[in-house]
């Protein structure tokens, strides 16, 4: 007698907001540039909490000129 397993796959599709994928690449940036949260959170002029709850998903901002505000702190790199 053998053992036999039998697998099910589910296709899964997640979609996602748009906040969620510009927060998701802007988490993926700010690893890629080497930068430090805190100090991105300062250049905006945030909190480093905030940012992490924006970076999570958690939190989304009323100001969208805070996304382009920590995209563009990220990108200038100074």
Known sequence: MTN???????KLSIKFSTTQTTTMQ???QLYNSGLRQNFVAQKVGISDS???R??????TPKD???????????????
Request: charged share 30%.
């Open 4 to 10: 036999v397993c039998k697998f099910t796959y589910i």
């Open 26 to 28: 802007l988490k993926k």
């Open 50 to 52: 905030y940012l992490t």
């Open 54 to 59: 924006i970076l999570n998903g958690t939190r």
């Open 64 to 78: 969208q000129s805070i996304i382009e505000r920590i995209k563009n702190a990220i990108e200038n790199k100074k």
